[in-house]
């Protein structure tokens, strides 16, 4: 690999730019091409046809990032993405374009299903661990898309306006927890950021990504994310992708006006063939140790940890063999797998219907299901097909939800209700059925107020990939005892969210609810809520107690504490720890999550649980020194099943140097 002063500039300029739509330059073999692929569910590898037209090649479909986070659990995350990581090594993929840790600032954006939560701690911790498994498989990955990404509609020029405190504590945490977990690359993001593109952004490609995050790899575009690649350049984008015949001419235009130094050229390919290094000397532990269908069982078995239980009145669930049971929904055969657009994966795995698998694990009569109307046939018809399938059996499973048209890149939800043929089916069978099991696969937050209150059972399937329905088998039949929990705020409805369905105007959204972002906002304002932040039921009890703080230094705890699971049945809980800091120099939510375990806790047993908080978890941004500062005095730690739901609490006190603190007021 040659270095970059042996390059000419005609070289070096023309590496800055990409060879196609998805490699790196390489002069006809002289140096190394790297081959970079959509994901983050599943490798969505495009080569051109004999017509010379890209077209996606079939591959896995996995549990979508939404999913991932629902499940609370690192070891989800990394496995997930080690089977994702051997696909990519079977398609030749270098770098994987994920994952995207951007904030759910509303439930209507359309990528919502591609991002991980709308608190960054949560994001972070996962993606750190998603890239942990890519790693470990010799594959290498791209966090995306920095920053400030957090609608669809107008995504191009609309330019995200916020102030700094929101920036460092909501928007840029997520990056700077993934960064720690050494990703070979970083993608800007499309939109302006206060007024300037982001990859034109020097302030956040150089201040803050390279100089405070201390990023050392790789910062490439958004595809067809840059409009002039000298001031690109300039400002700290290495590599503009794809190929874009203008680039060259722009750079070399600029490079002879002396617009651009041969100091910021050597520096961007300097990274460029630093990080072809670096994925080759990844790639040396490359290995496949499963074929194609062991990936998908064992994405199935993970799956089963990020499905949601919902609503569960009188323990309906888990079906219990005494029980008729019928499923309503063209969704049993043909489920809705994952969202659309650069994330969405091309799929050619047959699934097995949801009847047909509770046929096999249960000793149930389970008829034929209902042809939804939402294929085309005439919705009277289906109606009393479904009404009369309904009466007939004890428990009615209908199946709903958004498909990868209704969440996907490029522009965002109009509502967050389902569909009205969909609520009208689900009241239809709810007043015909002697019990109504409602199964939602969607990618971001729903608001069922319009029909909730008139079923038994509610589970958030969320986008569980290929083997969706053995996955919803296992939890519905109690094989699998549900343990996964929302990873955002599920609102009454769109009007009590804080963005409502606002855009902003044609050139600016100004995020003026700061660092009052999901739960944050809910909860600060008091305003109630479909289902909080952390939120989901277990087909178990658990009880919390014997809470003990264990002060290390001034600024670092373990939180030591007892959960007992008081069923007669297995179960994994999720317990989270939240910061309140009550009297503070500066404007703070009521409380913030700091910290989450997974634990599985047999049946009639208790576990100790230990968790470590660093001074990170008492910190703000301190606008004026442009960094992190803990104030002295008191917080409160609160351990929870939910942001609504605190189990138990302490107070703290922190008394730092005297010199490190502002004059009290």
């Given at each position: 690999?040659?270095?970059?002063?042996?390059?000419?500039?005609?070289?070096?300029?023309?590496?800055?730019?990409?060879?196609?739509?998805?490699?790196?330059?390489?002069?006809?073999?002289?140096?190394?091409?790297?081959?970079?692929?959509?994901?983050?569910?599943?490798?969505?590898?495009?080569?051109?046809?004999?017509?010379?037209?890209?077209?996606?090649?079939?591959?896995?479909?996995?549990?979508?990032?939404?999913?991932?986070?629902?499940?609370?659990?690192?070891?989800?995350a990394m496995g997930i993405s080690e089977c994702i990581a051997e696909d990519a090594i079977e398609k030749n993929v270098?770098?994987?374009?994920?994952?995207?840790?951007?904030?759910?600032?509303?439930?209507?954006?359309?990528?919502?299903?591609?991002?991980?939560?709308?608190?960054?701690?949560?994001?972070?911790?996962?993606?750190?661990?998603?890239?942990?498994?890519?790693?470990?498989?010799?594959?290498?990955?791209?966090?995306?898309?920095?920053?400030?990404?957090?609608?669809?509609?107008?995504?191009?020029?609309?330019?995200?306006?916020?102030?700094?405190?929101?920036?460092?504590?909501?928007?840029?945490?997520?990056?700077?927890?993934?960064?720690?977990?050494?990703?070979?690359?970083?993608?800007?993001?499309?939109?302006?950021?206060?007024?300037?593109?982001?990859?034109?952004?020097?302030?956040?490609?150089?201040?803050?990504?390279?100089?405070?995050?201390?990023?050392?790899?790789?910062?490439?575009?958004?595809?067809?994310?840059?409009?002039?690649?000298?001031?690109?350049?300039?400002?700290?984008?290495?590599?503009?992708?794809?190929?874009?015949?203008?680039?060259?001419?722009?750079?070399?235009?600029?490079?002879?006006?002396?617009?651009?130094?041969?100091?910021?050229?050597?520096?961007?390919?300097?990274?460029?063939?630093?990080?072809?290094?670096?994925?080759?000397?990844?790639?040396?532990?490359?290995?496949?140790?499963?074929?194609?269908?062991?990936?998908?069982?064992?994405?199935?078995?993970?799956?089963?940890?990020?499905?949601?239980?919902?609503?569960?009145?009188?323990?309906?669930?888990?079906?219990?063999?005494?029980?008729?049971?019928?499923?309503?929904?063209?969704?049993?055969?043909?489920?809705?797998?994952?969202?659309?657009?650069?994330?969405?994966?091309?799929?050619?795995?047959?699934?097995?219907?949801?009847?047909?698998?509770?046929?096999?694990?249960?000793?149930?009569?389970?008829?034929?299901?209902?042809?939804?109307?939402?294929?085309?046939?005439?919705?009277?018809?289906?109606?009393?097909?479904?009404?009369?399938?309904?009466?007939?059996?004890?428990?009615?499973?209908?199946?709903?939800?958004?498909?990868?048209?209704?969440?996907?890149?490029?522009?965002?939800?109009?509502?967050?209700?389902l569909s009205t043929k969909e609520e009208t089916l689900i009241k239809g069978v709810a007043r015909t059925s002697t019990?109504?099991?409602?199964?939602?696969?969607?990618?971001?937050?729903?608001?069922?107020?319009?029909?909730?209150?008139?079923?038994?059972?509610?589970?958030?399937?969320?986008?569980?990939?290929?083997?969706?329905?053995?996955?919803?088998?296992?939890?519905?039949?109690?094989?699998?005892?549900?343990?996964?929990?929302?990873?955002?705020?599920?609102?009454?409805?769109?009007?009590?969210?804080?963005?409502?369905?606002?855009?902003?105007?044609?050139?600016?959204?100004?995020?003026?609810?700061?660092?009052?972002?999901?739960?944050?906002?809910?909860?600060?304002?008091?305003?109630?809520?479909?289902?909080?932040?952390?939120?989901?039921?277990?087909?178990?009890k658990f009880e919390y107690s014997d809470l003990r703080i264990e002060k290390i230094t001034e600024t670092d705890f373990?939180?030591?504490?007892?959960?007992?699971?008081?069923?007669?049945?297995?179960?994994?809980?999720?317990?989270?720890?939240?910061?309140?800091?009550?009297?503070?120099?500066?404007?703070?939510?009521?409380?913030?999550?700091?910290?989450?375990?997974?634990?599985?806790?047999?049946?009639?047993?208790?576990?100790?649980?230990?968790?470590?908080?660093?001074?990170?978890?008492?910190?703000?941004?301190?606008?004026?020194?442009?960094?992190?500062?803990?104030?002295?005095?008191?917080?409160?730690?609160?351990?929870?099943?939910?942001?609504?739901?605190?189990?138990?609490?302490?107070?703290?006190?922190?008394?730092?140097?005297?010199?490190?603190?502002?004059?009290?007021?």
């Amino acid at each position: 690999m040659p270095k970059a002063k042996e390059l000419t500039i005609e070289q070096k300029l023309k590496l800055l730019t990409g060879k196609n739509m998805w490699q790196t330059e390489d002069f006809e073999g002289d140096i190394d091409s790297i081959f970079m692929s959509d994901g983050p569910h599943g490798i969505r590898k495009m080569d051109k046809n004999p017509l010379g037209y890209y077209q996606n090649i079939p591959s896995n479909a996995y549990p979508n990032l939404v999913n991932i986070a629902n499940s609370w659990d690192v070891k989800v995350a990394m496995g997930i993405s080690e089977c994702i990581a051997e696909d990519a090594i079977e398609k030749n993929v270098d770098i994987v374009l994920g994952p995207g840790v951007n904030i759910k600032r509303t439930p209507l954006c359309g990528r919502n299903f591609e991002y991980f939560s709308e608190d960054p701690y949560l994001a972070g911790i996962m993606a750190k661990n998603y890239i942990a498994g890519l790693h470990r498989k010799g594959v290498s990955a791209c966090v995306k898309h920095f920053c400030a990404n957090n609608r669809e509609l107008g995504r191009y020029c609309t330019s995200s306006e916020l102030s700094e405190r929101a920036l460092h504590e909501i928007y840029l945490p997520a990056f700077e927890i993934a960064l720690s977990a050494n990703p070979e690359a970083v993608m800007s993001s499309y939109n302006p950021v206060n007024g300037v593109y982001a990859s034109e952004n020097k302030k956040l490609l150089i201040d803050v990504l390279r100089n405070q995050m201390k990023f050392n790899g790789l910062i490439i575009s958004d595809w067809m994310g840059v409009h002039n690649s000298y001031k690109a350049l300039k400002a700290g984008t290495d590599l503009r992708m794809p190929y874009d015949k203008r680039a060259f001419d722009e750079l070399k235009t600029a490079y002879d006006k002396k617009l651009i130094s041969n100091e910021e050229i050597n520096r961007a390919v300097s990274k460029i063939l630093y990080t072809i290094r670096k994925i080759r000397t990844l790639q040396k532990t490359r290995k496949i140790e499963r074929s194609t269908e062991d990936r998908l069982k064992a994405a199935t078995i993970l799956a089963k940890d990020t499905v949601v239980l919902l609503k569960n009145n009188d323990n309906l669930l888990p079906l219990k063999s005494a029980k008729s049971v019928c499923v309503i929904g063209e969704l049993n055969v043909h489920p809705h797998i994952g969202g659309g657009g650069a994330a969405e994966v091309l799929s050619n795995h047959s699934q097995t219907p949801l009847n047909t698998l509770l046929s096999e694990k249960l000793s149930v009569d389970v008829p034929c299901t209902h042809k939804n109307y939402l294929d085309g046939c005439n919705p009277s018809h289906a109606d009393r097909e479904a009404l009369l399938l309904a009466s007939q059996n004890d428990i009615s499973i209908v199946l709903v939800g958004n498909d990868h048209n209704t969440e996907t890149e490029g522009k965002d939800r109009e509502t967050i209700r389902l569909s009205t043929k969909e609520e009208t089916l689900i009241k239809g069978v709810a007043r015909t059925s002697t019990n109504t099991v409602v199964i939602i696969e969607a990618g971001s937050a729903i608001d069922m107020s319009n029909w909730i209150d008139d079923v038994e059972a509610v589970i958030f399937a969320g986008f569980l990939g290929d083997t969706c329905n053995e996955a919803l088998a296992d939890i519905l039949t109690g094989k699998v005892c549900p343990s996964g929990k929302l990873s955002e705020t599920f609102p009454l409805s769109l009007e009590q969210t804080y963005c409502k369905n606002n855009v902003g105007n044609d050139s600016v959204e100004v995020y003026d609810d700061g660092v009052l972002v999901g739960y944050r906002y809910y909860d600060t304002k008091k305003i109630p809520v479909l289902f909080p932040f952390g939120f989901g039921l277990s087909y178990a009890k658990f009880e919390y107690s014997d809470l003990r703080i264990e002060k290390i230094t001034e600024t670092d705890f373990n939180v030591k504490f007892t959960i007992t699971n008081t069923s007669d049945i297995d179960a994994k809980e999720i317990a989270q720890i939240y910061i309140k800091d009550p009297v503070c120099c500066v404007f703070k939510p009521e409380k913030e999550l700091k910290a989450f375990t997974k634990v599985l806790i047999p049946a009639k047993s208790s576990k100790e649980v230990c968790v470590s908080l660093d001074k990170t978890a008492f910190s703000h941004y301190d606008v004026i020194n442009d960094d992190k500062y803990i104030e002295n005095g008191e917080f409160i730690i609160m351990v929870g099943a939910n942001v609504n739901d605190i189990k138990l609490k302490q107070k703290i006190i922190i008394n730092l140097p005297d010199e490190t603190q502002y004059s009290a007021y």
